[in-house]
Structures are given as structure tokens and as C-alpha cells.
């Protein structure tokens, strides 16, 4: 393709990209999303209710209703513009899950304080709004797509790979001059970066246009991180001293204790299921690497038959697809995550968390650590019952999809945050609703 024709089909794109990108945006932006949700949530509910509601009941505080529904409505948006921030999520998905929290926080509130307030009113307000972001995130999603337009060369290509976004060859410093409004992307280490270019990306940097390193952009839109070598430049600080890092132990803690004594029926009736389907204890006790790399033993409801001798290789702690060992408790169990949540004991122990990379045998974590290098900075936090490598690639099968695991587990160290957190409990939930990514 000519110098010319090259030109014309970035211009043609571009003005696509270009009104999709402004409708995309204004939909997406926190002023639309806010008067949206208000008026969705607070306004047409307490119309709606005025008109189908034939008496007003005089014991129940219409105030208090409408400043909950306010209320449910700002922490709602809140969780939902946080959540959908981060890589690898949907707006759709994430609607029920932000405004069920909001409105159930609400609800808990009022209850707590014994505080009157119209129940119509308040189920209509959820709906109202969990409609209103599911139209809106409809529409957005199918129109705000991202564009970027990428120097040829280096990791940028690979970049390309990437499908859900409009990546625009730039041939030259003077074609990205003529597309000011186009966030630049290149690979800043690369050969094929020469003066003009170096020249170029300087000046666009001045100017105030976004200039994007190829390796963090590629983190940024995948949840992973580049694991060549460890650095301070690509993870600032290697500790995460969050003020949510000792704040999430006293969660931890204070949930584990909650669920164990929700759950204790449910343990009991799996470990009974277990014993009588097949000979064994019902829980599974093995060595994991953990918290620091301190060793720890790990509980887990048995999902397979015993072993009648220990298999040499480390290898074999991997449970493959459709394992001829696992019961038929097991595939339930395992499929649903069930036979994690003896791990309980775990968290309460402080051994573990909720949410964190997964610990594994010592045998396994010996052999990843002299095939990958750094392996052990997973252990930098203490590792969880579900986490970032779990939701998004499944269960691991082979060495070869290890390296990718802890690309997601260090990008769940460097971006450690309880919006993070709450985004991968989302992602379980459908897991264990679904089976999805379990084995």
C-alpha cells in the first residue's frame, strides 16, 4: 500500500474510532453514570411507587427511604466505577454484583438501627438502576472501544495480537503528527526506535499526548505482568505496604469466622459424603509453600483415592483434566470449589488468605522455582483460598502454563488493592456458580 492510500485508510478508521470513542466516552463518563443512576434509582422509584402504592402507609419514613436509596445508589457506583477499572472485566457482568452490595449494605443499615423505611420502594429502586446500567453498559461496551496507534517494531507487534482493540500502524513521525487525539504506543527498548522517532516521542510527550511503553500497556490490558526480570522500575517498592495489606488479615480473620459458623452443617454432610463413597480421611492434608516461605500444611476435603505409593516426580502433584483419580464427590466438590473450604482453618490460623496466589506442594514450588526465576516473589503475599491466576487462566496442567500463572500473580502483588480483591470474589462466585475454569 502507498504513502497515499496508507493515509486514507488511517483517516477513515480514525473517524470511526473517533465517534464511537465520544459516544463511548460520554456514556461511560461519571456526570452521565450519576444523574443516570439517580434518577433511575431514587426519582422514577419513589414515583412509581407513589402511583401503585392505592395507601401511604403512616408507620413507614419515606425520608429514610430515599436517602437510603441515595445512599444505595453512590456506594454502588462507587464499587461498580472501581471494579470495572481494572483488566479483563465487563461492565455487565459486574452491575448485579456492585449495586446487590450497595443495596444489601443499605438494607443491613436500616435493619440495624431499626430504622423505617418502604421495602417497595427500595426493591424498585435496584431494579430501576440494574437496568439502567445493564442498557447503559450495553450500548457503551459496543462503542467504546479503545484505540491506539503503535510504532511498528519490538513487543508492539505482539501487541496486535490483542483483539478487542483498534491498533493503528503508524509508519512514520509525520503520519502520527497528523492524528494529535491518538495515544501513542511503543517499545521503548527496542532497535527500531531511531532519532526521528526518539525526537517525536519526546515532543508528544511534552505536548501532553499519552505515550505508552509496549510491556506496561500490555499489562495494563491483560492483568499480567511481564516477569523477564524483577525490578524496582516495573514494581516501585517490592512490598505491598497498602494500608489495606494489615487491614485485609482482620478481614480475613473476622470472615473466616462468620462463614465457619454458617457453613459447619455443609462441612459436616461433605466430610460424612466423603468417608462413605470411599475409603481415606475426609480431609486431605498436604505441605504447601507459603506466607514469606514458611512452609505449612493445608487442608482441603479429599476429592481422589489414596494413593498406594508416593509418585517420585513433582509432576504428579498436578491433578490433570478428567483425572482418573478423583471421585465422584470429587468432580462436585472440586468443580463447585467446595473441597477448598476446610482452608478456613487456614486463614484463621493465619497461614492463608481469601484471596492471594495459591500456595503449592513443596515439590512443585522447588522445581518452578529453578525453571522460572523470581518464582519465590510470589510468596511476598500470604496466598489464597481463590486469586488473580485462578479467575483468569483456571487450573494449571503442566509446567508450561506456569509461567503465565505467576505473570498473574505478580501483577495481583503490584496492583494489590481491595477493588482488586472484590473483582476476583466476583469472578469466583461465577466460578463456583458455573464450574467455569475448574478441574
Not at 521503548?188 to 505508552?212: C, K, P, Q
Not at 490433570?320 to 476446610?342: N, Q, S
Not at 486463614?347 to 512443585?364: A, F
Request: glycine share 6%; net charge positive; aromatic share 12%.
Amino acid at each position: 500500500m502507498n504513502s497515499a492510500a496508507h493515509t486514507v485508510s488511517i483517516n477513515a478508521r480514525l473517524r470511526q474510532v473517533r465517534l464511537y470513542r465520544r459516544i463511548g466516552a460520554v456514556l461511560h463518563s461519571a456526570r452521565v453514570q450519576l444523574i443516570g443512576a439517580l434518577l433511575a434509582g431514587v426519582f422514577a422509584s419513589h414515583v412509581i411507587r407513589e402511583l401503585y402504592e392505592n395507601v401511604d402507609d403512616p408507620f413507614l419514613s419515606y425520608s429514610n427511604t430515599n436517602f437510603g436509596t441515595v445512599l444505595a445508589v453512590l456506594l454502588g457506583l462507587l464499587f461498580y466505577r472501581k471494579v470495572t477499572s481494572l483488566p479483563g472485566t465487563a461492565a455487565l457482568m459486574n452491575t448485579v454484583p456492585a449495586f446487590t452490595t450497595s443495596y444489601l449494605a443499605v438494607a443491613a443499615l436500616f435493619f440495624a438501627f431499626r430504622l423505617d423505611f418502604s421495602r417497595q420502594q427500595f426493591i424498585i429502586s435496584y431494579v430501576a438502576v440494574i437496568a439502567f446500567f445493564f442498557l447503559l453498559g450495553f450500548v457503551a461496551d459496543r462503542l467504546r472501544r479503545p484505540a491506539y496507534g503503535y510504532i511498528p517494531g519490538g513487543k508492539t507487534d505482539q501487541l496486535t495480537e490483542i483483539s478487542y482493540v483498534d491498533w493503528i500502524r503508524l509508519a512514520s513521525p509525520e503520519v502520527a503528527r497528523r492524528h494529535a487525539d491518538l495515544p501513542i504506543v511503543a517499545d521503548l527498548n527496542a532497535d527500531t526506535i531511531n532519532d526521528d522517532w526518539e525526537r517525536f516521542i519526546a515532543e508528544a510527550a511534552i505536548s501532553g499526548r499519552r505515550v505508552f511503553n509496549a510491556k506496561q500497556l500490555r499489562e495494563s490490558l491483560e492483568g499480567q505482568v511481564d516477569i523477564e526480570h524483577l525490578s524496582e522500575n516495573s514494581f516501585g517498592h517490592l512490598a505491598p505496604d497498602s494500608i489495606y495489606a494489615p487491614l485485609k488479615f482482620y478481614i480475613d480473620f473476622a470472615a473466616a469466622f462468620i462463614v465457619l459458623l454458617v457453613l459447619s452443617p455443609v462441612l459436616l454432610a461433605v466430610a460424612v459424603a466423603i468417608r462413605l463413597e470411599s475409603r481415606g480421611p475426609a480431609i486431605f492434608r498436604q505441605q504447601r509453600m507459603g506466607y514469606r516461605g514458611r512452609a505449612f500444611i493445608i487442608y482441603k476435603f479429599r476429592s481422589m483415592h489414596e494413593a498406594s505409593t508416593s509418585p517420585a516426580h513433582a509432576s504428579a502433584d498436578m491433578t490433570l483434566t478428567d483425572d482418573a483419580r478423583i471421585t465422584r464427590i470429587g468432580r462436585v466438590i472440586r468443580k463447585t470449589r467446595i473441597d477448598e473450604l476446610p482452608q478456613i482453618f487456614n486463614i484463621l490460623r493465619g497461614e492463608m488468605s481469601w484471596i492471594g496466589p495459591r500456595p503449592e506442594t513443596l515439590r512443585l514450588a522447588a522445581w518452578y522455582d529453578s525453571e522460572l526465576a523470581f518464582y519465590s516473589y510470589r510468596h511476598i503475599v500470604r496466598p489464597g483460598i481463590s486469586g488473580w491466576a485462578q479467575v483468569k487462566q483456571g487450573h494449571v496442567t503442566s509446567v508450561s502454563d506456569v509461567r503465565d500463572k505467576l505473570q498473574y500473580d505478580f501483577y495481583y502483588v503490584k496492583n494489590f488493592s481491595i477493588w482488586l480483591d472484590a473483582l476476583i470474589i466476583i469472578h469466583t462466585v461465577r466460578v463456583m456458580l458455573t464450574g467455569h475454569g475448574a478441574k
